[in-house]
């Protein structure tokens, strides 16, 4: 993830509250850029900057607003695509499992501090969010996440519903099922040719590494149909892959989510194995010596890895800390559709890292909707709201500020950041308008936003400061 920075044009969301993925939201008042970003499973590369680029947004008249100080922009949660410490330079939200910015559940589910967000009123969001702007979804895209919400696949293989949650159009599905199938079918070939079930499953993984996984890590490679073509990975594409080619090879595999990193669990008749599918030396440098085992066969490693590069932090030497292998007992077990879920949200980490806030509103809610466990999408789909009406009122359009923090309150009321916000929002619009002759006008608007707030339980202290700035 990444963290907002001191001074800035955007709110910040991700510390007040409390993502494999289990964290809390909370609130930062701070006044800089967005965000983080999922290897997007995630990890952040170190080329790009915990703060957004621009201290301010150009207002429609040309000059910039900064509004230093007033406004709090949202920290993001970051892409799942990472290691298990969230290693990334400044990475927000995670920090490293050592020292977290904030803590949720290991399992995914909320924590009893924040509450899910209705399926009613997350549809209400999503048709609102059409008024505000086109769906970017496709219409194929729109029959995956239709066919995915009973939490099942139907109407498509997983590998075509990642594809297609990664962006890549039907028509071009067939030529990514015959890369799939030839890697399917030589590792077929190379797990029979093995001695023993662990020999197998390290000749797979060797596979994966020597054929597939060819081009070296990228935070933002989450598309396992762009890795096939490319060989770049993230922890995300690399584990599907993994899973695909493990199961065709005759091994049950899942996908297991951290906070900001996902890994793989494959079964054998002996044991149930972690593999972390991004580190080309796992199963040979780490896994097998902290377990005092041994296979027959080459050396999967090639000469060209570090082990520093390889397993980062999280291991020494060729072992891996008592406190590491516990954090491999935490990981949540991720369906096939909430899978699809984590490539929309790491999709809306990439928007809003952007500042597309409609497309990260939009693949925020598509995220919530496969998998309303996932609460770095809600923290995330608060930033998108929240930030949105900060870029928004620094270009002086409050009522559409006012609208977007009205429904950010709707998710989630207790929202510390975004009442804070709106009361600055308000005091923002009433000065403006008692510059221009028209205070008459706040009046209006300050009764229509109490009247909205009088339907949303929890902003009682936002409607005392909204009377209090008509009492002025």
């Known amino acids: 993830m990444r963290r907002a920075s001191s001074s800035g044009c955007i709110v910040t969301l991700a510390k007040a509250f409390s993502c494999r993925f289990g964290w809390g939201l909370a609130a930062a008042i701070l006044i800089a850029g967005l965000v983080s970003r999922f290897g997007q499973v995630f990890h952040h590369p170190p080329e790009l900057g915990a703060s957004y680029p621009n201290d301010s947004i150009a207002c429609d008249t040309g000059a910039s607003t900064h509004l230093e100080g007033v406004y709090s922009p949202a920290e993001l949660t970051p892409h799942l695509g990472g290691t298990p410490e969230g290693s990334v330079p400044k990475a927000v939200g995670s ?155 005759g091994y049950p595999t899942r996908i297991e989510q951290l906070p900001t990193h996902a890994f793989c669990r494959v079964e054998t008749t002996f044991a149930s194995i972690p593999v972390e599918c991004t580190a080309p030396r796992w199963l040979d440098e780490v896994l097998l010596p902290q377990f005092g085992l041994a296979t027959k066969g080459v050396s999967i490693g090639s000469r060209d890895y570090s082990m520093e590069d390889d397993l980062g932090r999280l291991v020494s030497a060729s072992r891996v800390s008592e406190r590491d292998w516990r954090l491999y007992e935490q990981g949540r077990t991720m369906s096939e559709t909430q899978i699809v879920g984590t490539i ?30 996932n609460q770095s999408a809600k923290d995330n789909l608060l930033a998108s709201l929240n930030n949105w009406a900060i870029a928004l009122a620094e270009a ?77």
């Not at 925020?364 to 309303?372: E, F, G, Q, T, W």
Request: aromatic share 10%; hydrophobic share 40%; proline share 4%.
């Open 95 to 249: 920090g490293g499992i050592g020292k977290p910015y904030f803590r949720r559940d290991f399992n995914g589910a909320n924590n009893g501090q924040t509450a899910r967000i209705s399926a009613s009123l997350l549809a209400q969001l999503e048709e609102r969010a059409a008024d505000w702007g086109p769906c970017p979804l496709t219409e194929e895209e729109r029959h995956l996440v239709r066919d995915c919400e009973d939490q099942r696949l139907d109407g498509f293989t997983f590998f075509q519903a990642v594809l297609i949650a990664g962006g890549i159009p039907r028509r071009e599905l067939d030529a990514y099922q015959q890369m799939l199938d030839e890697h399917a079918q030589a590792v077929k070939t190379v797990a029979r040719e093995s001695p023993d079930e662990l020999s197998a499953v390290r000749n797979v993984f060797g596979y994966l590494h020597r054929r597939v996984l060819t081009g070296g890590y990228q935070i933002d490679a989450t598309n396992p149909g762009i890795t096939l073509k490319t060989g770049r990975y993230n922890c995300v594409s690399a584990a599907i892959l993994f899973k695909l080619l493990a199961e065709a090879a």
């Open 344 to 373: 929309y949200y790491n999709r809306g980490v990439d928007a809003l890292f952007s500042r597309q806030f409609d497309r990260a509103l939009f693949d925020n809610i598509v995220a919530l909707r496969l998998d309303p466990t």
């Open 396 to 472: 002086q359009h409050f009522p559409q500020a006012a609208e977007r923090l009205y429904w950010a309150l709707r998710c989630a009321p207790s929202a510390q950041p975004v009442q804070a916000n709106l009361t600055r929002l308000f005091r923002q619009w009433k000065t403006t308008l008692a510059r221009e002759g028209c205070a008459a006008e706040f009046r209006t608007e300050a009764e229509k936003g109490l009247r909205e707030l009088s339907s949303i339980p929890g902003t009682e202290s936002v409607q005392t400061n909204l009377r209090a700035l008509l009492a002025e």
